[in-house]
């Protein structure tokens, strides 16, 4: 059901509509539990899509993650990983290739408009903590 619904919402917001009555029908959701089982499902997906396609969904997670994050952009950041991460789409990208990829990335950066601004310094280091622990340091070279 929340899959559903934080879908709904995204969808919904991207076309400016209104949102409150599938608001109303998530507001006991126990995130700190979706939060966890999302990082599960998330780590699998990252191994195949690689270490550049994990970083902003790993910045949405931990946003997500946060306490100061509200419950409507909660769902959006829910919503933009489910969707991606899972093999559901609403435009297929088997049948139509390049449309099929766009709308993933439609989500991805209408989310990240959202939030960007709460993507904090502490954010990106948990990020890099778990990008390295999942797929090893990334050494930077540093010119002298």
Request: hydrophobic share 50%.
């Amino acid at each position: 059901m929340l899959i559903t619904i934080s879908l709904l919402i995204l969808a919904y917001m991207i076309m400016g509509k209104d949102i409150k009555p599938l608001l109303e029908r998530i507001k006991n959701v126990d995130w700190r539990g979706k939060i966890n089982a999302l990082l599960d499902k998330l780590r699998p997906w990252a191994l195949k899509a690689g270490r550049a396609a994990t970083r902003p969904l790993l910045q949405f997670y931990y946003v997500m993650a946060d306490e100061q994050t509200s419950t409507l952009d909660r769902v959006l950041i829910y919503a933009a990983i489910v969707y991606t991460i899972l093999p559901i789409d609403l435009i297929p990208s088997v049948v139509y290739k390049f449309l099929g990829i766009l709308d993933d990335g439609v989500a991805m950066l209408y989310v990240y408009k959202k939030i960007k601004d709460k993507i904090s310094p502490e954010i990106n280091a948990m990020v890099e903590d778990t990008l390295n622990e999942w797929f090893g340091v990334e050494y930077e070279l540093v010119e002298g």
